[in-house]
């Protein structure tokens, strides 16, 4: 690496392992008794939620649970975190409606969670999760 590149690492002490592969991410753990989590997505823009059937997906090898928006309601996971807490114009907050974790009701996005699956390993996460099913 030149001193050109070597000075566009200066700020950001992460940089320079990340991109050179020595770095560590959440997917190169490997710990004693470790879940995995796969979320099943939408794939609508703006979509009622008419059921969420998890009963395949929980018969799945190396299923642990399987989490929907009606598990994240009675836990009450209802507000998404948001960081900005200053004022904002006119010394407005900004509005935090209820939001689920998981989608209940209907999804808002292409890509909206709407279940979770976890499992003893990250393929049957995975396998699982597409046997969730969504009308």
Known sequence: MTDAHAHHFSGRVEDR???TGT???AADWSLPGQLYACF???D???AEIVSVNVDKALKHPGVKRVYTGADALRAGYTKYFVIVNFPGRGGNHIIKPP????????VRHVGDALA???A???QAAQDAAEL????
């Open 17 to 19: 392992r990340l991109v």
């Open 40 to 42: 099943v997505r939408s």
């Open 99 to 106: 939001r689920p974790v998981l989608a209940v009701r209907k």
């Open 44 to 46: 609508r823009a703006h």
């Open 132 to 135: 969730v099913e969504v009308a």
């Open 23 to 25: 770095g560590k991410y």
């Open 120 to 122: 003893d390993s990250a």
């Open 116 to 118: 979770m699956v976890v």
